[in-house]
């Protein structure tokens, strides 16, 4: 333990000292453009990556994907010592609408102690404060403290549509004890944050056509039915007044929330009053009992997104439409599917409306590491020895990732880890990092591998 804590000191004392140069080296990096959505920069920025890689003894690679390369890199100090996978990715949002930026997007900039740039906070400083950790530890002592894998995807901007397939075919490439993702933003009081899993995701269309045309509600109401009546009524079997959904089936297999779950959930801070105010909200969704985090961490939702049909302009139209349209997506929390909801949802439909047409769209299964997970003692560590304070404990985030990928795929235990600040305005004009959260971050990913040699 004093060992570590010695080691760790000095690989600290370094970072302290090579602040000014990190910064400079980070700016460096994030002028390159890498915009997946447009193709712009993205072969330049991976072989910049590899060569980075390659400079701190790496073996490094980037690996063809049906679309932009997957930056892979290695360094096995023991096989003794535990491998982590750190993943990240190297592209960027585009930066429109440029005319908002108060400094161009890729000439980066210090105001107020942030660096101002597109990708600073998503993702490119994030994985960047991973690189200088480890540079870091080879300044000072030589060699890692345990085996790294790098896996920096050029696709995440765009929904990561060959992540899947690519860590199926490179599986034994990827071959680590845990993953660790730093992306995303910190608590937005600056506290660290631990998360374990994300929901899942699953789209749908219902469809429900009658006439083969539009009729005059007068000339035909009472003998045409209405698609929209039809949807209406539909909708209502799906979920109760109450928030319930009554999908039959749909919601028996999800497992409740284990007590270590229930015990982080109960710490995690929450002004409930202060969302209400930001959202207009005098109340939120029913169920009305069911706790905040309980509602966005081991519940599935049922949300109707936009039901369409008829006319809704200006006035009045006596029209009774031939056709109407509901979107619908499911939150998925484990062990739900999308395939298992889509099976559900057909035929609950075929049950109550069998005119009806059911489209599956897109879908994404959820992902979940335990949080008794023998490497969670020592990711606290880390985290209390970089920032000084424990880091919250999120069991799971309302929103989809494709974490699966390495917790059902590679079947590894996968955790984030994020260093922005709340307010790093990703995806939006005026992206930043504040240079203090740059620098945690660079010691969080320094303790890490410290701590998780121990
Ligand atoms: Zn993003």
Same mark, same amino acid.
């Given at each position: 333990m004093t060992e570590t804590n010695e080691r760790l000191d000095a690989v600290f004392a370094h970072i302290e000292a090579n602040r000014d140069d990190f910064v400079t080296r980070v700016m460096d990096y994030v002028r390159h453009p890498s915009i997946s959505a447009h193709d712009i920069g993205i072969r330049e920025v991976a072989a910049l990556l590899v060569n980075h890689l390659e400079g701190l003894g790496f073996e490094a690679e980037a690996v063809a994907t049906r679309n932009h390369p997957m930056v892979l890199g290695k360094r096995i100090v023991s096989p003794d010592k535990p491998t982590v996978l750190l993943y990240g990715h190297y592209d960027v949002q585009p930066p429109? +609408?440029?005319?908002?930026?108060?400094?161009?997007?890729?000439e980066p900039t210090i105001r107020n102690g942030r660096i101002y740039a597109r990708g600073i906070g998503d993702n490119k400083g994030q994985h960047f404060a991973q690189l200088l950790a480890i540079e870091s530890h080879l300044a000072v002592?030589?060699?890692?403290p345990c085996n790294v894998i790098f896996l920096l995807e050029g696709e995440e901007e765009i929904g990561s549509p060959h992540i899947a397939e690519f860590v199926r075919e490179h599986a034994d490439r990827l071959d680590a004890d845990l993953v660790v993702t730093s992306d995303g933003p910190l608590h937005e009081s600056g506290a660290p944050v631990v998360t374990f899993g994300v929901r899942g995701v699953a789209g749908f269309e219902l469809r429900a056509r009658t006439a083969s045309r539009d009729v005059h509600s007068g000339n035909f109401g009472g003998v045409v039915p209405n698609p929209l009546w039809t949807l209406v009524h539909l909708l209502a079997t799906m979920k109760? +007044?109450?928030?319930?959904?009554?999908?039959?089936?749909?919601?028996?297999p999800v497992i409740p929330a284990t007590n270590s779950e229930r015990e982080a959930v109960s710490r995690l801070p929450l002004d409930l009053d202060a969302v209400k105010a930001d959202l207009g909200l005098t109340k939120l969704d029913?169920?009305?009992?069911?706790g905040y985090y309980d509602r966005l961490m081991f519940h599935p939702t049922l949300t109707i997104n936009g039901l369409h049909g008829g006319y809704a302009g200006p006035g009045m139209k006596t029209v009774l439409p031939c056709e109407a349209f509901v979107k619908c997506d499911i939150r998925l929390v484990e062990p739900l599917t999308p395939d298992y909801v889509f099976e559900k949802v057909a035929a609950h439909v075929a049950e109550h409306a069998p005119d009806v047409e059911f489209v599956p769209l897109n879908g994404m299964l959820p992902s979940k590491t335990p949080m008794?997970?023998?490497f969670v003692p020592h990711i606290r560590r880390a985290v209390l020895a970089a920032r000084g304070v424990e880091p919250l404990m999120y069991p799971t985030v309302g929103g989809s990732l494709p974490d699966y990928v390495f917790?059902?795929?590679?079947g590894k235990p996968a955790f984030v880890i994020p260093y922005a600040?709340?307010?790093?305005?990703n995806h939006a004009p005026n992206e930043n990092l504040e240079i203090v959260r740059f620098i945690d971050g660079i010691r969080t990913g320094a303790a890490l591998l410290q701590e998780l040699s121990a």
């Amino acid at each position: 333990m004093t060992e570590t804590n010695e080691r760790l000191d000095a690989v600290f004392a370094h970072i302290e000292a090579n602040r000014d140069d990190f910064v400079t080296r980070v700016m460096d990096y994030v002028r390159h453009p890498s915009i997946s959505a447009h193709d712009i920069g993205i072969r330049e920025v991976a072989a910049l990556l590899v060569n980075h890689l390659e400079g701190l003894g790496f073996e490094a690679e980037a690996v063809a994907t049906r679309n932009h390369p997957m930056v892979l890199g290695k360094r096995i100090v023991s096989p003794d010592k535990p491998t982590v996978l750190l993943y990240g990715h190297y592209d960027v949002q585009p930066p429109d +609408p440029l005319e908002l930026w108060e400094s161009p997007p890729f000439e980066p900039t210090i105001r107020n102690g942030r660096i101002y740039a597109r990708g600073i906070g998503d993702n490119k400083g994030q994985h960047f404060a991973q690189l200088l950790a480890i540079e870091s530890h080879l300044a000072v002592h030589g060699e890692l403290p345990c085996n790294v894998i790098f896996l920096l995807e050029g696709e995440e901007e765009i929904g990561s549509p060959h992540i899947a397939e690519f860590v199926r075919e490179h599986a034994d490439r990827l071959d680590a004890d845990l993953v660790v993702t730093s992306d995303g933003p910190l608590h937005e009081s600056g506290a660290p944050v631990v998360t374990f899993g994300v929901r899942g995701v699953a789209g749908f269309e219902l469809r429900a056509r009658t006439a083969s045309r539009d009729v005059h509600s007068g000339n035909f109401g009472g003998v045409v039915p209405n698609p929209l009546w039809t949807l209406v009524h539909l909708l209502a079997t799906m979920k109760s +007044p109450e928030g319930e959904i009554t999908i039959a089936g749909l919601t028996e297999p999800v497992i409740p929330a284990t007590n270590s779950e229930r015990e982080a959930v109960s710490r995690l801070p929450l002004d409930l009053d202060a969302v209400k105010a930001d959202l207009g909200l005098t109340k939120l969704d029913e169920p009305r009992e069911r706790g905040y985090y309980d509602r966005l961490m081991f519940h599935p939702t049922l949300t109707i997104n936009g039901l369409h049909g008829g006319y809704a302009g200006p006035g009045m139209k006596t029209v009774l439409p031939c056709e109407a349209f509901v979107k619908c997506d499911i939150r998925l929390v484990e062990p739900l599917t999308p395939d298992y909801v889509f099976e559900k949802v057909a035929a609950h439909v075929a049950e109550h409306a069998p005119d009806v047409e059911f489209v599956p769209l897109n879908g994404m299964l959820p992902s979940k590491t335990p949080m008794d997970s023998p490497f969670v003692p020592h990711i606290r560590r880390a985290v209390l020895a970089a920032r000084g304070v424990e880091p919250l404990m999120y069991p799971t985030v309302g929103g989809s990732l494709p974490d699966y990928v390495f917790t059902k795929i590679l079947g590894k235990p996968a955790f984030v880890i994020p260093y922005a600040n709340a307010d790093e305005a990703n995806h939006a004009p005026n992206e930043n990092l504040e240079i203090v959260r740059f620098i945690d971050g660079i010691r969080t990913g320094a303790a890490l591998l410290q701590e998780l040699s121990a």
